[in-house]
C-alpha cells in the first residue's frame, strides 16, 4: 500500500463506514501522535526543536511502514493531517502578511521555479537522462515535492519507465527534502539570516511544505510562518508550471494536453482562513487554539514522515539521477541565497 486511497477509504468522501476508516488508520495515527508527544517532551526537556525529535524518533520506527497495521494511519497522518494543519495555519495570517512578501521574494520564487526546470531539461540529457525526467525532478525540486512530481508525471508522455522515474522522483525528492530540513536551519544561521530572511529562505528553497514548516517553526514561529507563506507561494505556481509543461511535451502524445489538477484543497482553505482573518470574522478567543491544533497537527505529520522515510530505498537510488536532483536542489538554493543577499525587501 501506498497510499491512503484504498477502495475501504474513499468512501470517506462520502461520509460513508466512517467506523471502518478509523479501524483502519486509527494504528498508525495513534503511533504517529504517540512519536509526536515524545518529540515534545524530548524538546521541552532540552531545548531542542521538537520537529527535528519528530523526525529522527518517526525515522527510528520506519519499520511500522513497512507492513502491517500502521500503515494506512501513517499514509493518513503524513497527508491529510498535514494539509489541515497546514490550511490552519492560514487563520494566522492576513492579507497585509501576504503584502508583507515584497516583489523581490515573489521575483526570486517566480524565477526560481523557472531557471530549476528549465536547468533540469537541459542537464538531464548530459547525463544520458531522458529531458522529460529533467523536467519531472526539475519541477519536483522547485514547487512542491512529491506533489509537483505526480502533477507532473500526469501530463508528460508516458513511457515504458514513466512510473518507475516517478517513483524515484517522489523518493529522491523527500530524501532530499528530509536532509533539507536538517540542514538549511544550519546554513541560514551561518549566513546569519533574520526570522524574516531565514523564512524566505527555507521557504523558497526546501522541496515539500511538511518540512518546511518543520524547519521554519525549529527557528521562531516568525520564521515558520513566513517560510509556510513563502512555499504555499511556490505550491500556487504549480498550475502555470504544469500547464506550460503540457504544451511543451504535448508532441510526445496523441492525446495532446491534459486538464490541469485543480488547486490542492489545503491552499484553498488556508486562503479562506486568511481572507476570514483579514476581515477579523474569527474570533480573537479562536485564534491561539487554533494555533496550537495547527502546530500539534505539523507535528503529527512530522513523525508520520519520519517513518514513510526508507534509508535503504534511498539507497537503491541511481547514480545519475540523483546527481541530477541534488544539482537542482542547489542550484535553486545558491539562487536564492544570491537574491536575499543582493536584491533590497
Request: hydrophobic letters at 60%; glycine letters at 10%.
Amino acid at each position: 500500500m501506498t497510499d491512503i486511497e484504498t477502495p475501504r477509504l474513499r468512501a470517506f468522501a462520502g461520509g460513508r463506514r466512517i467506523g471502518d476508516i478509523l479501524r483502519l488508520t486509527m494504528p498508525g495515527l495513534l503511533a504517529s501522535v504517540v512519536v509526536a508527544i515524545a518529540a515534545t517532551s524530548l524538546s521541552e526537556h532540552y531545548a531542542a526543536p521538537v520537529m527535528l525529535f519528530a523526525l529522527l524518533l518517526g525515522m527510528a520506527l520506519n519499520f511500522l511502514f513497512e507492513e502491517g497495521r500502521c500503515v494506512a494511519g501513517i499514509n493518513f497522518a503524513a497527508k491529510h493531517v498535514l494539509r489541515w494543519s497546514i490550511a490552519l495555519l492560514g487563520a494566522q495570517m492576513t492579507a497585509a502578511d501576504l503584502g508583507s512578501l515584497g516583489v523581490a521574494p515573489i521575483g526570486t520564487m517566480v524565477a526560481g521555479v523557472a531557471v530549476t526546470i528549465a536547468f533540469g531539461a537541459l542537464a538531464a540529457p548530459l547525463l544520458g537522462l531522458d529531458r522529460r525526467v529533467g523536467a519531472l525532478t526539475g519541477g519536483a525540486v522547485a514547487i512542491c515535492g512529491a506533489s509537483a512530481a505526480l502533477a507532473i508525471a500526469a501530463i508528460l508522455p508516458k513511457t515504458e519507465t514513466s512510473e518507475r522515474d516517478t517513483a524515484f522522483t517522489v523518493i529522491g525528492v523527500t530524501a532530499l527534502s528530509t536532509l533539507a530540513m536538517i540542514i538549511y536551519p544550519a546554513i541560514a544561521a551561518a549566513l546569519h539570516f533574520d526570522h524574516r530572511a531565514a523564512g524566505i529562505f527555507l521557504g523558497g528553497t526546501i522541496h515539500d511544505v511538511a518540512q518546511v514548516a518543520g524547519a521554519g517553526f525549529s527557528i521562531s514561529d516568525e520564521t515558520g510562518h513566513l517560510a509556510t507563506l513563502t512555499k504555499l507561494f511556490r505550491v500556487l505556481l504549480l498550475l502555470p508550471a504544469v500547464y506550460v509543461l503540457g504544451l511543451m511535451f504535448a508532441g510526445g502524445q496523441s492525446e495532446g494536453v491534459r486538464a490541469t489538477p485543480a488547486i490542492p484543497g489545503f491552499l484553498i482553505g488556508f486562503a479562506a482562513l486568511a481572507a476570514l482573518n483579514s476581515l477579523h470574522a474569527i474570533p480573537q478567543a479562536a485564534l491561539p487554539v487554533l494555533a496550537q491544533v495547527s502546530r500539534w497537527g505539523l507535528v503529527v505529520a512530522i513523525a508520520a514522515l519520519g517513518m514513510k522515510t526508507s534509508i535503504r530505498a534511498v539507497a537503491k537510488l541511481g547514480f545519475r539521477p540523483v546527481l541530477l536532483l541534488v544539482a537542482e536542489t542547489l542550484l535553486l538554493m545558491l539562487l536564492v541565497i544570491a537574491a536575499i543577499t543582493w536584491l533590497p525587501g
